[in-house]
């Protein structure tokens, strides 16, 4: 017992805890509990008899006790079931002490708190169902053990009901009596009495074991316990006040009632029913009356449930009245045999009504207390009243009342959708239905919404049942279809739908011709005649077809209302009225407009759609009453339309209408609604009156559709009946040709004209077998319709019918070719670029084929069945699932480039192609009659008609065959004296490219003689009959002929031909030109790695021309071509690239062989001119480049070299130039040297420059001391001082700026690599300048080198150019590599570099830097660390800190407001809020200046504190809206007394006016405060605009809730409202996406869709404006903008997102850069630590919210199913800045607070 004292004197917890959590385990293990709660009973006696001692029981221990200990070991041991009987005596006298003990506590008297948990444990012990060891054991024995004697004693019976018949263990019994005995029940009901507040967690816990006994204890007893409990909790919770019941737990409350049914049954069971039901509804009541909304829609589902049970209750005894067994059966599980014993309980349908009625309960949901959260739950009410014919016209008043008392929309639209839903699902008697109606009919008509008119539907559709037969509705929809009546067009649009739906009712059917007299009288009076038409159109509907019972059907009620309306005359006399109206309009309007107004979409005066929509509406309409019924036009029905819509057509899309009418009512798909007179008359009338001008793709359509139906009427076409079924020609001349041909070449529409030409083509097709052996002749007649059309727009200089007439001639020789004729073409002689693709055959391995630019499919064709030993006819070729089947065709026309893969199939069968009969034989292919005579004169004509003509004439005469008589004059010179100037006629650029073609493809290629190079056979028939020595003997007379000295002679003197009036192929005939002449007099003119040298040493040039003049005529030609400007043309640029190849390729081997050409090469002038500006100024780099590949090559015999990195390469490229002309490069060398200062060295000619001049100086050194060179070259040595080229060099590297990059993908500096491998050539050529170069002292280059390889960033210097000068690979190993050389045989250098080295491998000064070296060394990654490719510096996520880390991204992405708080140096107290500020500057600091991927802002966490002085917590996420408002109000704390005091308020601090308005007076309440962002609603609102329409909307103060006007001393209706009255520089808008579900009771995020634009206007919600729109809606002139306009306009600037739930999620933010006027201001996502470049074009997928289409796979059926998900992504806070506000410097921040700020970033 002492150790017990002990442990309760103690002054610590600690020892009970000990000792709790030992008995716990024991407890637990399944040892003998018995002998272990003996500790457990002396606590408990210490506890009963000594618990108010403080001294012997310590207050924590005891509450530990009571609250722990006690609960939890009476449950462990509760649980045990495997114990003796002796043990169970033993726990039971324990249960017993435990039931003192609690009760000792319950007392009502005792002062003390109590504890629902210690509560709880007399429930646990006196539960008779649950698995404690008592009803164990009785479970297990047939005889219960009997307590002891002193037990039984002690328990004094006569509480515990001793029925036989109960099922209880004894032991049970004995706790019970105990528990009476004790005063447990009067305790516990006096401790419920005395409760202060009601706490409902504390009175559950107190009638908890009431209810767990009431069932054994006497049934007298029990009636008296329960009568006073039940009037005590009842009484306690209809008292509870508004907050506690706010307060109150729903789930307690629950099972209170739950408990209070077990005791009401026990006590009450024939009434119990009765009491819990009335107390329900009164409890129902008070929650429904709680001025606590949630409380108010718990109320509100209370009573819906109620009347649930009252419903059910009643259809169960209708169907008990009614029903068989089996019905009863399946629907309840019960039988009607034992229905009485099936209880319904008290509440009835009747009692419900009168209680509803009582309580006014229709009173409270639409009266004064009404609430629109209410009306959206509550229909139920009504309708259950409505059902129980118990609605009255005082009902509806009552809820009609909300629709016109001026609520908010929301709310009228709720009652009116209630009204609806209360007419269609209840019955209601007639002459509520009509009062119903009565009262829609009072809706002012401007007032009509999509709800209203679902309930007149409803109403109208429940009224026409009655005994009135009236077209209820009727009349109000059809005033607001009527254009005088101002509605929305949607509104009239449902005005109109509501027509047709309820002239489809039977109830409706008898007015449909009332309507339908209407309808026509509209339309002759021309009112409302669109929506007219489309009523008038649902009335025909309404009727039914001819396959129905109905007696009248569409086509006769329109052949009806034809007959006694006129309709077709009417209709047309409503169309030509309504043209006549607005044709008098035109010229106001375009006065008005200007002439640009679009005349389709303007609304003319007095009109109410658009003239286009006018137009079409009449058009549709006509059209559904020809296609509908017998009716049909007639030629002067026709001839009106054409007149009035055509001729007198206000615009282009108005006769496009008609002509898509008429086709579609004309259309062969269609029955023959038009007669084939309206046809003839069309076709050959009006059709041709048509001009030119105005034939659209829609009007030749409709050309077509006639040319078939007339040319088939007279059996001259067949075919045609759509799209897949082609027109075949049966007999030649067709009807209408002329006009077609006239279409095609003159029609204004270029997509008119190319429908045209392939109509053209598809008659010369498709043709009947009849005709097919006259095809020929047929064609070869249109070739000359085509070239005669030719001829005179060539004389017109009529250029679009010139090429629509060089179409059709392309078009029919690639149509109506034979297969094989592309072996022929001219185009496919000449020899373009050779390229490499790959053939992939099926089931083989892709292997490679070469062949040419300029191949055709038939030619691919033949090489792939060469390559496969397979006929071509076997082969299928495919490119991108395409097949090529036109062997005409070019490779490039199907984009077949080089590298590209081209599958090909063997086919089993050989490929059958549709055959060309040519019955008049092969000379009338198209081919052979364009290539031959006059027509090939004529196209020669057109390549000089300017560059588009010349260009389409010369494709087509590419793919023509080559012309005969120029080909003979070109093969047959060695017959006779030919005529040079006629075959090679330097006058024409095109005729001379012609013959240098045929020359170029007569010479052939002897490596090609296999079929697959150059000279191919199947490339050209012209080389393919010459063999390799008959070529050679034609190489022989054209050389002997004079034919080589003529083309020199042209080439020496080609200047003139590039002048830009020779045509658009003037370059590629200059680049052919020579490229014909080096075949003649260089070798290795083809091959680039060789250097081109003179046949026969130089001979043919000698005869040619003199080398000297040669020369400088070549070195002017060239800079002819450099001076050229041909940017914009990529084709251009490469030709003159090839020019540049050949011409200086010429002077190379010229200088070469003749040194008097070099020395007036080197004394020319001419030369400084082309090295300034081919070599050094150039822009073009093929130019520059042939350029310095002809100055190497003129000075060192050899190709140059790149920049070599090594040693080597160097001295190899030295062996190779052995012999250089020192006198050129001397001469060159010191020209360019000069140059390079001149030069940008961010430009790529710089570093070429610098490649050149080490080449050449590599060369020069390598050859010194070797005697003179070849030529005339003076003796070797170096080309200029050595020491002042270094001088010079080092000079460039001091000054060289840095140009690698941080973060960018950009190249490596190579004009730096260039530099530093010209000075390895420099310092190796002697060792003093390698030893002076490194001395610190003289060049200390050393120093500078290693600066450039090591320096790192400093705070001054960090920014993406910032050190070191060489970051990348390539420029970091080239000033290694210099290293190396310097340090190389030269000890002093060598010592220095390694003195500079070592200082990177110092030991660190302390042990412990040594020792956090040696551990993180290794990790040590820049790379992964540095700032990312956008340049801007992430945040780290420290848990759940993104609300914070997207926010300050946001602030610092606004550079004046960040610039202004990192200018605040001073004044700053160091307290924890300055802290905050202090750390909010270092965020700001490293965003700005770091050059890390992230920056770590746990300390601001630490020093951001609550209003409880608890720093962030970094693992709970806080809403970044609550976040931003504490955050500005502790940095607006921290800026007190500092200059910038109110920087928050100049960036972001705007005020919003709250007005009341008053309806009655002019006095208007206004009051006005500082806002930071503006809250706006995103549930059910499509646009950002329409959620600040209800910002600034406000509610109405009306009836009960009027305003008192202080001015007038009355109550007033007014207006209360919010609206801007000052606009911030930068607006923050957050959207509400987070809402509190009063039914789930929990928060819910609305991912509803919300589009915002890039723009804003504030104007409308600003007071200004909302002043200026109520003067305008008044009729009365506003006042004008206290601000210009660019005040209210805003554009978007930051977007925070947030994506997750309600409950958990992230914060990201888009934000675009804020910069000058004109930068470009990118997008940017920040995601944390991440930084990426955003599209702007994604914000609405990514910021809009709403739905997506998901994907998900489904095992079930093996595939993805595709379904609509809500995004969890959605736009939560929107930055605008007002436009301009930041692109300039802008200090006035506060008062005198722009003091020292600058365009760039602030000090830090």
């Known amino acids: 017992m002492e150790d017990e004292k002990h442990l309760y004197l103690t002054a610590e917890v600690s020892a009970l805890r000990r000792e709790y959590e030992s008995l716990k385990r024991v407890v637990a293990s399944g040892s003998d509990v018995s002998v272990h709660l003996v500790s457990f009973e002396q606590m408990l006696r210490i506890i009963f008899e000594h618990g108010e001692d403080e001294e012997r029981v310590h207050k924590a221990n005891k509450e530990f006790f009571l609250r722990t200990v006690l609960p939890n070991i009476c449950t462990a041991v509760l649980h045990r079931t495997s114990l003796d009987d002796s043990d169970m005596h033993k726990i039971n006298h324990v249960f017993l002490l435990a039931i003192d003990v609690v009760l000792k506590y319950v007392t009502p008297e005792l002062s003390e708190p109590l504890d629902w948990n210690m509560v709880e444990t007399l429930a646990r012990i006196l539960n008779p169902i649950s698995y404690n060891f008592l009803q164990y054991h009785h479970a297990m024995s047939a005889a219960s053990p009997t307590p002891s004697e002193d037990e039984e004693d002690e328990a004094m019976d006569g509480f515990a009901d001793t029925r036989s018949d109960l099922d209880i263990s004894r032991f049970l019994t004995v706790n019970i009596n105990y528990f009476g005995s ?52 009842y009484d306690r919770l209809l008292n509870m006040s508004p907050e506690q019941l706010r307060g109150a737990d729903k789930k307690i409350l629950s099972d209170i009632s739950k408990i209070m049914i077990v005791l009401l049954k026990r006590a009450y069971p024939d009434t119990y029913e009765e009491i819990v039901d009335k107390f329900n509804l009164r409890f129902a009541l008070k929650c429904f009356t709680c001025p606590y909304l949630d409380k108010r829609v718990a109320g509100l589902n209370d009573i819906k449930d109620h009347i649930q049970t009252t419903l059910r209750r009643k259809e169960y005894e209708r169907i008990q009245r009614t029903a068989h067994d089996d019905i009863l059966n399946r629907t309840y599980g019960i039988s009607k045999r034992i229905y009485p014993q099936y209880r319904l309980g008290w509440l009835t349908a009747d009692i419900m009504v009168d209680w509803i009625e009582e309580n006014r309960i229709m009173e409270l949901l639409y009266g004064e207390t009404m609430h629109q959260d209410l009306l959206s739950r509550c229909v139920e009410v009504p309708i259950f009243l409505a059902g129980e014919r118990k609605l009255t016209r005082g009902h509806i008043d009552l809820m009609w009342n909300l629709v016109t008392e001026g609520q908010h929309e929301v709310v009228v639209h709720q009652i009116q959708s209630s009204m609806a839903e209360l007419v269609s699902q209840v019955a209601l008697p007639h002459e509520l239905v009509l009062y119903i109606y009565e009262k829609v009919l009072r809706i002012p008509l401007n007032q009509f919404v999509p709800k209203t008119f679902y309930l007149l539907r409803t109403v109208c559709r429940e009224a026409i049942t009655g005994p009135n037969r009236i077209a209820y509705g009727m009349d109000i929809a059809w005033r607001i279809i009527q254009d005088d009546v101002r509605v929305t067009d949607e509104i009239k649009t449902m005005a109109a739908a509501f027509i047709r739906d309820v002239l489809k009712w039977p109830g409706y059917r008898a007015f449909r011709r009332d309507v339908m007299a209407r309808c026509v009288d509209n339309i002759r009076n021309h009112r409302s005649v669109v929506r007219t038409l489309f009523v008038l159109k649902s009335v025909f509907e309404t009727y039914g077809s001819t396959s129905t019972s109905e007696t009248e059907t569409v086509p006769s009620i329109i052949l009806h209302c034809s007959r006694e309306y006129a309709l077709l005359d009417t209709l047309l006399a409503d169309l030509e009225a309504y043209k006549k109206t607005v044709s008098v309009l035109v010229p106001k309007v375009k006065q008005e407009k200007g002439d640009s107004v679009s005349l389709s979409a303007h609304v003319f005066e007095g009109q109410v759609f658009a003239h286009q929509r006018q137009i079409n509406d009449r058009l549709e309409f006509l059209q559904y009453v020809l296609t509908n019924s017998p009716l049909s036009i007639s030629t002067a029905h026709v001839e009106r339309m054409w007149q009035c819509i055509v001729m007198d057509a206000l615009c ?34 009006l059709l041709p009156s048509l001009d030119m001008g105005f034939y659209s793709t829609r009007a030749f359509n409709l050309f077509k559709v006639f040319f078939i139906m007339v040319n088939k009427e007279q059996r001259r076409v067949r075919g045609g009946k759509s799209t897949t079924d082609p027109v075949i020609v049966q007999a030649y001349p067709l009807e209408g040709r002329e006009l077609l041909w006239r279409i095609a070449l003159s029609a204004a529409f270029p997509e008119t004209g190319l429908a045209a030409i392939q109509f053209i083509v598809e008659l010369h097709t498709h043709i009947s077998e009849e005709l097919q052996p006259h095809i020929g002749q047929e064609r070869k007649k249109s070739l000359d319709v085509c070239f005669q059309m030719l001829k005179q727009a060539v004389q017109d200089e009529e250029h679009a019918k010139i090429s629509r007439c060089l179409n059709i001639l392309k078009r029919f020789v690639e149509d109506f070719d034979p297969p094989d004729a592309y072996l022929s073409r001219h185009g496919y002689l000449v020899r373009e670029a050779p390229v490499e693709i790959f053939i992939q055959p099926t089931s083989q391995k892709k292997f490679p084929l070469h062949t040419f630019a300029n191949e055709t499919v038939g030619g691919l064709r033949t090489k792939v069945a060469k390559a496969l030993k397979e006929h071509p006819k076997k082969i299928r070729l495919v490119f991108c699932a395409n097949k090529l089947t036109r062997d005409n065709d070019w490779l490039w026309a199907h984009r077949i480039y080089a590298r590209t893969t081209v599958h090909a199939i063997v086919n089993q069968a050989p490929r059958l192609d549709s055959p060309q009969q040519f019955a008049d034989g092969p000379e009338l292919c198209p081919s052979r009659v364009l290539a031959g005579g006059e027509y090939f004169e004529q196209l020669f004509q057109l390549l000089n008609m300017g560059r588009e003509i010349g260009a389409e004439a010369w494709e087509l005469i590419k793919i023509l065959p080559t012309n005969e008589a120029c080909k003979r004059s070109v093969r047959e010179i060695g017959q006779g004296a030919p005529n040079w100037d006629g075959i090679l006629d330097p006058g024409s650029t095109f005729k001379l490219l012609y013959s240098l073609q045929v020359v170029d493809s007569l010479q052939g290629d002897d490596e090609g003689e296999d079929g697959s190079g150059a000279g191919g056979a199947e490339r050209t028939n012209l080389a393919q009959s010459m063999g390799v020595e008959a070529r050679g003997q034609w190489r022989r007379w054209f050389i002997e002929t004079g034919g080589l000295r003529h083309l020199a002679g042209i080439a020496l003197r080609c200047k003139s031909m590039l002048a830009r009036d020779q045509g658009n192929r003037r370059h590629e005939c200059v680049a052919l030109l020579f490229k014909t002449v080096n075949s003649f007099l260089l070798v290795g003119a083809g091959d680039d790695a060789a250097l081109p040298r003179l046949r026969a040493d130089g001979q043919l040039l000698t005869r040619c021309a003199e080398p000297a003049e040669a020369a400088l005529h070549l070195l002017s030609i060239s800079l002819a071509v450099g001076l050229e400007d041909t940017a914009e043309d990529f084709v251009l640029r490469q030709t003159q690239g090839e020019i540049e190849h050949q011409v200086l390729g010429l002077l190379t081997a010229v200088c070469a062989a003749f040194p008097p050409a070099m020395a007036a090469l080197l004394s020319s002038s001419l030369v400084d001119e082309w090295t300034e500006k081919c070599l050094v100024r150039t822009e073009h780099f093929l130019v520059r480049l042939h350029a310095l590949v002809c100055v190497a090559r003129l000075c060192t015999r050899c190709n140059p070299c790149a920049i070599y990195l090594d040693r080597a390469s160097l001295e190899a490229r030295a062996k190779q130039c052995a012999a250089p002309d020192h006198r050129a490069v001397a001469f060159f060398f010191n020209k360019l040297l000069p140059k390079v200062e001149t030069l940008d060295p961010k430009r790529s000619e710089c570093e070429e420059m610098l490649a050149l001049l080490n080449h050449l100086l590599v060369c020069s050194l390598a050859s010194s001391g070797a005697g003179a060179g070849e030529g005339e070259g003076e003796g070797g040595g170096p080309v200029c001082d050595l020491t002042e080229l270094l001088h010079l060099l080092l000079r460039l590297i001091a000054e060289h700026p840095v140009v690698e990059l941080r973060q960018c993908a950009q190249p490596e500096d190579r004009h730096l690599i260039a530099v530093l491998g010209l000075v390895g050539t420099v310092v190796s050529s002697e060792p003093a300048l390698k030893a002076w170069a490194g001395a610190p002292d003289g060049g200390n280059l050393i120093e500078r080198l290693c600066t450039a390889l090591f320096e790192i960033p400093s705070a001054d210097n960090h920014a993406a150019d910032g050190p070191p000068l060489c970051k990348t690979r390539i420029s970091r190993l080239q000033a290694f590599h210099l290293l190396e050389v310097l340090s190389d045989g030269c000890v002093p250098n060598h010592t220095a570099l390694m003195e500079r080295l070592l200082t990177h491998h110092e030991l660190p000064a302390s042990y412990k830097e040594a020792v956090e070296r040696r551990a993180y060394g290794w990790r040590y990654h820049p790379a992964g660390m540095a700032k990312g490719p956008s340049g801007y510096v992430g945040l780290k996520n420290l848990g759940a800190t993104c609300y914070v880390n997207s926010l300050m991204q946001q602030f610092f992405m606004i550079p004046a407001f960040r610039r202004g708080i990192l200018s605040i140096h001073s004044g700053i107290e160091e307290e924890s809020s300055a802290n905050m500020f202090l750390q909010l500057q270092s965020i700001f600091a490293n965003l700005q200046e770091s050059e890390k991927q992230s920056f770590d802002a746990v300390r601001f966490c630490e020093n951001f504190l609550d209003a409880a002085g608890q720093p962030i917590n970094p693992r709970v996420q806080m809403d970044v809206d609550e976040f931003y408002n504490v955050f500005l109000d502790r940095l607006e704390t921290s800026l007190k007394g500092t200059p910038r005091e109110r920087i928050l308020e100049h960036f972001f601090g705007g005020l919003v006016s709250n007005q009341i308005i008053s309806k009655e007076c002019e006095h208007v309440s206004e009051r006005e405060e500082t806002f930071y962002t503006i809250s ?41 409202r919010c609206c801007i009255s000052a606009l911030p520089r930068t607006l923050i808008i957050h959207l509400r996406r987070f809402d509190f579900d009063v039914e789930l009771l929990r928060r819910v995020k609305v991912n509803d869709q919300l589009e915002f634009s890039t723009r804003l206007n504030m104007e409308p919600y600003t007071k200004e404006g909302l002043a200026r729109r109520e003067a305008e809606a008044e009729g009365k002139e506003p006042l004008p903008l206290p601000h210009p306009a660019g005040y209210y306009e805003y554009e978007l600037s930051g977007i925070l997102v947030h994506t997750g739930t309600a409950d958990s999620g992230h914060y990201y933010s888009f934000i675009r850069e804020r910069g000058s006027e004109g930068a470009e201001r990118r997008w940017l996502q920040f995601n944390d630590e991440a930084v990426e470049y955003f599209d702007e074009r994604d914000i609405p997928a990514q910021c809009f919210g709403g739905s997506e289409v998901t994907s998900r796979w489904n095992p079930t059926t093996g595939r993805e199913m595709s379904s609509w998900q809500e995004k969890c992504y959605s736009a939560y806070m929107l930055f605008y800045d007002r436009v301009g506000a930041y692109d300039h410097r802008d200090d006035s921040i506060g008062d005198g607070e722009g003091e020292g700020e600058g365009e760039g970033e602030a000090e830090v």
Request: proline share 4%; hydrophobic share 40%; glycine share 4%.
């Open 182 to 233: 004790a005063k447990g029940f009067e305790k516990l009901i006096g401790r419920l009495e005395s409760l202060p507040p009601p706490d409902p967690l504390l009175m559950k816990s107190l009638i908890k074991p009431l209810s767990k006994i009431i069932d054994y204890v006497r049934q007298d007893f029990a009636i008296e316990v329960v009568q006073r409990v039940h009037e005590i909790v």
């Open 652 to 685: 282009l899309t108005e006769s496009e209408a008609f002509f898509q009418w008429f086709f579609n009512t004309s259309n062969l798909k269609h029955d023959f609604h038009v007669s084939n007179e309206v046809i003839h008359f069309a076709f050959a009338k």
């Open 1576 to 1616: 706006v609603g995103v549930k059910g609102k499509k646009t950002l605009q329409e959620s600040l329409d209800l910002y600034v909307e406000g509610d109405m103060l009306a009836g009960d809730n009027k305003y008192r006007c202080d001015r007038c001393d009355k109550h007033v209706d007014a207006l209360k």
